[in-house]
């Protein structure tokens, strides 16, 4: 069935199940209906939804838009599946719980063990397991999958179907193969672009215009199963990974219900060429390390593809100051500064190609973000600042 986007990124049509989308941080709303908690994400992201909300008046906040590019999906009635759900983190809670409001039932829910996190470094459960346990659903958090008695007890669960979403263990050819329906995943790209652990963050970095999310069958690979829906989803200058992480999230749950109802129905869309193929490694800290010498829009794709976490950063004596938000900006006589210069005390900072990067949300080692304006209140960074930044690759 298709649908159309309209202004603003609001889908319009028929179909009463496709989710009305607003502009992250996977990364990125403060209070979302279907969140777990106040927040999806830690105090930064708090501020950066204070952020949007003080420039929503004026317009400037980014909008997008999805286009329905799905297989062939016919509107036929639905059957109630036995479903064994796979998921740890909040981009999985949220298919989760649209599951759990669906006809479909829930056997069980299969999840990373619970972690030391926080200060206290006590152990925390995941969001998935939270979930279940206040649902009622039996809870599962092995190690491992490889092992018969492992495998043995997800046989026992008699589901038809597994659906996974960012588990975090890969699955045996015997856990693939031991349902009827097999194993179901969420990847939130157009494959087989940004296979791997993080395609939000690398479509952002990278610049790509459009990115979306398939609903794929799993097999022994990485991320190279039959595709059975697909939706683009464009991706409008300043969106964050925060931004896009929801989004994509919410549709992706809904697709997921959608591909559960009519499987049968669904013809796997064609491949798309090897060549195509990219791969989306786990971020990690260093990634966040703000290169000056790289051209204004790098540097800010950079920015909002880490924002709000780990977030991208520079040094300057000793201390590390995350740049959350940001805008490319023309200022005279820039060309002429040595690229991570300070130019004027809204701290518009000058980049290999002579123009500057001006950060609007800014987060000081050890204390909360917030606009550049406030910041700047306090924290005086004076012109002709030479600011700490790394070359890389």
């Given at each position: 069935?298709?649908?159309?986007?309209?202004?603003?990124?609001?889908?319009?049509?028929?179909?009463?199940?496709?989710?009305?989308?607003?502009?992250?941080?996977?990364?990125?709303?403060?209070?979302?209906?279907?969140?777990?908690?106040?927040?999806?994400?830690?105090?930064?992201?708090?501020?950066?939804?204070?952020?949007?909300?003080?420039?929503s008046s004026s317009g400037s906040t980014p909008s997008s838009g999805t286009e329905d590019k799905t297989s062939q999906i016919s509107?036929?009635?639905?059957?109630?599946?036995?479903?064994?759900?796979?998921?740890?983190?909040?981009?999985a809670a949220v298919a989760l719980r649209e599951l759990l409001?669906?006809?479909?039932?829930?056997?069980?829910?299969y999840s990373q063990p619970p972690r030391p996190a926080g200060r206290g470094r006590k152990l925390r459960k995941s969001p998935c397991q939270i979930l279940a346990e206040e649902r009622g659903i039996p809870v599962y958090t092995p190690k491992s999958l490889r092992?018969?008695?492992?495998?043995?007890?997800?046989?026992?669960?008699e589901a038809d179907v597994a659906a996974v979403a960012a588990y975090g263990l890969l699955l045996p050819k015997p856990i693939l193969e031991d349902k009827l329906m097999g194993?179901?995943?969420?990847?939130?790209?157009?494959?087989?672009?940004?296979?791997?652990?993080?395609?939000?963050?690398?479509?952002?970095?990278?610049?790509?215009?459009?990115?979306?999310?398939?609903i794929m069958q799993l097999d022994e690979g990485m991320d190279t199963g039959p595709v059975l829906a697909r939706?683009?989803?464009?991706?409008?200058?300043?969106?964050t990974a925060g931004e896009l992480h929801d989004s994509l999230a919410d549709v992706g749950a809904k697709m997921l219900v959608d591909v559960l109802d009519q499987y049968e129905t669904i013809t796997p869309m064609t491949q798309e060429p090897e060549s195509e193929a990219t791969h989306a490694r786990k971020i990690v800290r260093e990634d966040g390390r703000l290169d000056f010498s790289k051209p204004a829009v790098e540097v800010l794709n950079r920015i909002h593809g880490l924002s709000p976490i780990p977030g991208a950063y520079f040094e300057l004596d000793g201390v590390t100051y995350k740049v959350l938000k940001a805008t490319v900006d023309s200022v005279a006589g820039a060309h002429e500064k040595d690229a991570g210069t300070v130019v004027?005390?809204?701290l518009t900072i000058v980049c290999g190609?002579?123009?500057?990067?001006?950060?609007?949300?800014?987060?000081?080692?050890?204390?909360?973000?917030?606009?550049?304006?406030?910041?700047?209140?306090?924290?005086?960074?004076?012109?002709?600042?030479?600011?700490?930044?790394?070359?890389?690759?």
């Open positions: 069935m298709s649908s159309m986007v309209g202004r603003g990124g609001r889908l319009q049509g028929k179909r009463s199940k496709m989710p009305v989308l607003s502009s992250l941080l996977n990364m990125p709303r403060v209070s979302h209906s279907r969140s777990l908690g106040s927040s999806r994400y830690p105090p930064c992201r708090r501020m950066f939804n204070v952020w949007r909300a003080s420039v509107s036929e009635s639905s059957n109630s599946r036995r479903v064994i759900f796979m998921g740890t983190p909040e981009f409001d669906s006809h479909h039932e829930v056997v069980a829910v092992k018969p008695d492992a495998q043995a007890e997800f046989s026992a669960l194993c179901i995943n969420i990847h939130p790209s157009l494959l087989p672009r940004w296979r791997g652990a993080a395609p939000i963050p690398w479509a952002i970095i990278d610049g790509d215009e459009q990115t979306g999310v398939c939706r683009v989803y464009d991706l409008e200058p300043g969106t004027d005390e809204n190609d002579g123009k500057c990067i001006r950060p609007e949300l800014i987060q000081k080692q050890g204390k909360r973000a917030m606009t550049a304006k406030d910041f700047l209140c306090g924290n005086k960074i004076q012109p002709g600042t030479q600011l700490k930044w790394m070359i890389t690759s």
